[in-house]
């Protein structure tokens, strides 16, 4: 899944950032004064990338009208945008405040990417060196049978990751739900042998609570129990801090067990539904931890509940104000189950060793 910022976390982190940002700022007499607001979060694992603008206010930010981005790596120029997307998602207020484009391009490990933005007379840029992509050694599931297992959810996920050597590291995990059917006998003139349906990548519902860098039990007040609790690390953050240059095996559990109902079957028919679980852990900069954490306590119960001083999110865009990241992925792919189905077995299926 695609962990772009929308267009609502960039309407409520540039609320903060006009007043908490660590870029030296002249306000001048007459406040901040027109400058171009640039957010993104692009990932190795993806070639086509989110780009949202604004314009300062004197009491906020607006949408662009029209903007050029430019993406350059390693000093050459890749691509060029000029397209505002209409983006009916991001809803209405958003439309209002945000402008989105969209930039193709593709990134490695240890590349300097450089974004530029103009609208009108108004510029800015970032630079980004691409961190040095994770490594994951080894994944397993299996079933939940233990009684403990069980009270956390049906199935439970190892992943074996080795941590990258001789530099403090950051991290994300996610994690795909993907499932579909094969079509593998037929008398239907409509479908033939391989032919592949109802596919679908969604993100599943897990539970980190057994997992400590992933998920603080037991901190906190009793607020914290709650589903928007800071503690429960939503975002899915963590740091080499307790395994550095050693290697961690991270567990978590999914909620639901993963299943896809073929459509209805004739006489003859066959299929198998496969149900595949897609591990992905990405190394994001020591800024871009700090930027999902702060988002991430602003957003939950705790905000404004302790004695805290006003958090600082990073920003990186020079000429403006923003805050641009590139994260490196790994992918794991894990087949979760497999079932075949035929006329007598049409709902659950066999299950598939």
């Not at 550095?244 to 004739?266: E, Q, V």
Request: a negative charge; hydrophobic letters at 35%.
């Amino acid at each position: 899944m695609k962990r772009f910022l929308n267009a609502l976390v960039f309407v409520g982190v540039f609320t903060v950032c006009l007043c908490s940002c660590e870029i030296a700022i002249d306000l001048g007499d007459d406040g901040l004064g027109r400058v171009l607001l640039m957010n993104a979060q692009m990932s190795t694992a993806d070639t086509t990338h989110t780009i949202y603008l604004a314009t300062s206010e004197q009491t906020g930010f607006s949408s662009v009208k029209q903007a050029v981005i430019s993406c350059y790596v390693n000093g050459t120029l890749v691509n060029v945008s000029d397209t505002i997307d209409d983006v009916e998602e991001i809803g209405y207020f958003a439309k209002q405040s945000v402008s989105v484009l969209h930039i193709k391009a593709s990134f490695a490990p240890g590349d300097l990417v450089c974004i530029k933005a103009s609208s009108g007379d108004l510029h800015c840029e970032a630079e980004v060196t691409v961190p040095a992509a994770p490594v994951i050694l080894d994944a397993k599931v299996e079933k939940c049978v233990s009684d403990y297992d069980c009270s956390m959810g049906d199935y439970k996920f190892t992943i074996d990751i080795e941590d990258l050597k001789d530099e403090y590291n950051y991290y994300f995990l996610n994690v795909l739900d993907v499932s579909y059917v094969v079509v593998t006998k037929t008398d239907s003139h409509w479908y033939k042998a391989g032919y592949i349906m109802n596919r679908q990548d969604e993100l599943p519902r897990f539970n980190t609570e057994g997992e400590p860098l992933l998920h603080s039990s037991g901190i906190g007040p009793s607020i914290g129990n709650s589903y928007n609790s800071y503690f429960n690390n939503k975002q899915n953050l963590f740091s080499d801090a307790s395994f550095r240059d050693s290697r961690y095996n991270l567990k978590f559990y999914s909620t639901r067990g993963f299943s896809i109902t073929p459509r209805t079957m004739s006489t003859g028919e066959e299929m198998i539904s496969h149900n595949i679980a897609v591990i992905q852990i990405f190394n994001i900069s020591k800024d871009e931890y700090l930027y999902q954490d702060c988002y991430q306590f602003d957003n939950s119960s705790e905000s404004g509940t302790f004695l805290t001083n006003e958090l600082v999110y990073p920003c990186n865009v020079t000429g403006g104000l923003g805050f641009v990241s590139i994260n490196a992925a790994t992918e794991y792919v894990l087949n979760v189950s497999s079932f075949l189905h035929d006329i007598d077995h049409f709902s659950h299926g066999i299950p598939i060793e």
